[in-house]
């Protein structure tokens, strides 16, 4: 076998292999959301919210149906502000807008619509240090979008934290330098979710 022959012989053994792992990985991926959602529904029909919560908490995989059953189960458990970004989380927030409470405010931060939420959080609570996690977050994200705010929220620790992860992403001209950098150190937070994903 002539030397051209050989080289164009391994290429296309090398395309098919990594043909196959490919569609092995999509199969894989979808073989762990598929079972981690057959799991949630079991353990939310035993009423069994916070084991539900704990399957697939290590994966970044979903689909718009996993994501539905996580939040039901953290709606349950009334953590739907304090924990929904720790997950990843995929599609629009429109279908739940209509519930009200955590499920609207939560369908105004999966969506990024600030002004919305900023409309519909005082309905719901108190605009104190006492709110949830990402509701604090969003705010903090509003505050230093808006030159007027409607709301002007101020949390030291946060505006600290915030203002850090700006000048990190500063440090950053290539948008997928920036992103892991910023993944590494703010991954799970509401400010990561709104710049990078979904």
């Not at 996993?66 to 279908?95: C, M, W």
């Not at 600030?114 to 719901?124: H, S, T």
């Not at 101020?154 to 892991?180: C, G, I, N």
Request: hydrophobic share 35%; aromatic share 14%; glycine share 6%.
């Amino acid at each position: 076998m002539s030397k051209g022959k050989y080289i164009r012989r391994l290429w296309q053994y090398t395309l098919l292999v990594a043909m196959l792992m490919l569609v092995v990985g999509i199969a894989i991926d979808t073989t762990d959301v598929e079972r981690y959602t057959l799991r949630m529904e079991r353990l939310m029909a035993k009423g069994d919210y916070q084991g539900a919560l704990k399957v697939g908490d290590e994966s970044d995989k979903t689909n718009q149906r996993l994501l539905n059953l996580r939040i039901e189960a953290l709606a349950h458990e009334h953590q739907l502000g304090d924990r929904l970004f720790r997950y990843p989380v995929t599609g629009s927030g429109k279908q739940f807008a209509p519930k009200g409470g955590d499920y609207a405010l939560c369908a105004c931060l999966i969506d990024k619509d600030l002004d919305r939420f900023i409309e519909l959080l005082p309905r719901y609570y108190k605009i104190d240090s006492q709110l949830p996690r990402y509701y604090r977050e969003a705010l903090v994200q509003y505050n230093h979008l808006r030159s007027n705010p409607v709301i002007i929220y101020h949390d030291a620790v946060m505006d600290t934290d915030y203002h850090d992860m700006q000048e990190l992403e500063s440090k950053y001209a290539e948008k997928k330098a920036r992103q892991m950098a910023v993944f590494r150190q703010y991954e799970g937070t509401y400010w990561y979710y709104f710049a990078y994903l979904n």
